[in-house]
Structures are given as C-alpha cells and as structure tokens.
C-alpha cells in the first residue's frame, strides 16, 4: 500500500502456496479492509489517492476486462467516492494466461494472488512476466529460499523481507522493467566511461 501501490518495487503478484492460499486471503483480506482510506497528512490513514484522475480510472478499466474475462474480484474493484484520485484496495485472483491481467502491471493497490503448487511452478508464474525488478520470498527454509531465488528471473530477491531499496544497493531490472543498474558502486559505473589501454611487448 506504500505509495498507494504506485511503487516501481512494490508487491504486485502474490503466488501462495495451496497450503496456506485460503488462510493467507482471508487474513489480506481483513488487514485491507480496515485500512482507512484519505488523506495522506494524516497518520491513521493507510491508503493515499493515486497521482492523478486517469491512472486511476486506466486501473478501474483494468480491473473491468481482468473480471469479464473470468478473473475472480475479492475485494474492492471500484472508485471511491468524493473528491480525489482513490481506487479501493482491490484482489483479484483465478486470473488465467489468456486473461489480459496475466501479463498487464497494475500500478496501484491491486494485489493479483495466485496459487501454486510447489516450487517449480513458483519459478514458471514468476518468470512468466514482461517484467523483472525485484521479487521477495516468504519462507521457513532461507536455504530453499536461497535456491529459488536463484532461479527468478529479477534485478533482485528479497528473502523474508519486502523489497526496499538502500544507496549501497545496486537497484535495476530486467526484460521491461529497464537496463542497468542505479545505487551502489555499480550505479556510478552506469554513469561514466570507462577505458581500457592495452599494452603488448614483443
């Protein structure tokens, strides 16, 4: 919900394991529905608006074809009223390849969950996507972790924490979600050329 969802690094996708699927949404579920929804000044609210009247009803039109085309909506899927740029906290989920939210970012507070089965189809969801910033695993296993996080195909993996950023950490993606790294010293590279001189001797 940080930046209203408008977070280049923000949780987009959520693939749950099918243990834990039906716990796991109905605990989302509650935390998004008492969340107060206003103005940003004030510290008991937990949902600002978005940046502006048409990313917010580019999302609405979003969230429209996701469902007709047989996405289940949970939660919220609608503008809120009154004056502002507001969307409701939104789920969506059974949002299947030939859906057009399977390969769209939604730049909002718009959660997509999905369930899996194992590791294996964990790995074929994530790197299913246009996109490839950063990624964060939940796990008991940091080593089984560690191993999944080696095959996701992101700038980053966060494990057992969400994805932030900090300026000794290089930051960058892959596919649409851009080339090159920023922050760290790998970002200053990005920002200077460097020359090689080859000497030989005979």
């Known amino acids: 919900m940080f930046g209203a969802g408008q977070v280049c690094h923000g949780a987009k996708r959520f693939l749950v394991h099918e243990k834990i699927?039906?716990?796991f949404l109905k605990k989302f579920i509650?935390?998004?529905?008492?969340?107060?929804?206003?103005?940003p000044m004030d510290?008991?609210?937990?949902?600002?608006?978005?940046?502006?009247?048409?990313?917010r009803d580019d999302i609405a039109a979003q969230v429209d074809r996701a469902a007709k085309a047989g996405a289940t909506l949970h939660l919220g899927g609608a503008l809120v009223g009154g004056p502002g740029a507001y969307f409701q906290l939104t789920i969506l989920t059974n949002i299947t390849r030939d859906n057009p939210a399977y390969f769209e970012e939604f730049f909002s507070t718009l959660a997509r969950v999905y369930v899996v089965r194992d590791d294996d189809e964990i790995v074929e969801l994530a790197n299913t996507s246009h996109f490839g910033l950063s990624g964060a695993i939940f796990m008991g296993n940091v080593d089984r972790a560690k191993a999944l996080a080696s095959r996701i195909e992101t700038g980053s993996v966060w494990i057992n924490t969400r994805s932030s950023t900090a300026p000794e950490l290089p930051l960058g993606g892959i596919e649409r979600s851009g080339y090159g790294r920023?922050?760290?010293?790998?970002?200053?590279?990005?920002?200077?050329?460097?020359?090689?001189?080859?000497?030989?001797?005979?």
Not at 185 to 201: H, S, W
């Open 30 to 39: 509650a935390i998004l529905v008492n969340t107060k929804i206003g103005d």
């Open 182 to 202: 920023e922050l760290s010293e790998f970002g200053i590279r990005e920002l200077v050329n460097q020359k090689m001189v080859v000497v030989t001797t005979d």
């Open 21 to 23: 699927a039906d716990t």
């Open 43 to 55: 510290e008991s609210v937990g949902l600002e608006p978005l940046c502006s009247v048409k990313a």
